[in-house]
């Protein structure tokens, strides 16, 4: 147990930086993100609706 304002015998490691391909792929992602956003508010997807079938034959049921 150590006292309060004592130092810590095993000092915290140091923080290794980030990997360079954990960076690089973050930037691609955020691009990626980015570049949707972009695109979707360029040309956005408009559907027609709901495609519904009729029959020729009366009283039949498409299932």
Aim: with cysteine; aromatic share 6%; net charge positive.
């Amino acid at each position: 147990m150590t006292a309060i304002g004592s130092t810590c015998p095993h000092p915290a490691s140091r923080r290794h930086p980030m990997p360079r391909r954990h960076r690089l792929l973050l930037l691609l992602a955020f691009e990626v993100l980015v570049l949707g956003f972009a695109l979707a508010a360029f040309f956005p997807v408009r559907t027609h609706g709901i495609l519904i079938e009729t029959t020729v034959t009366p009283n039949h049921v498409v299932t």
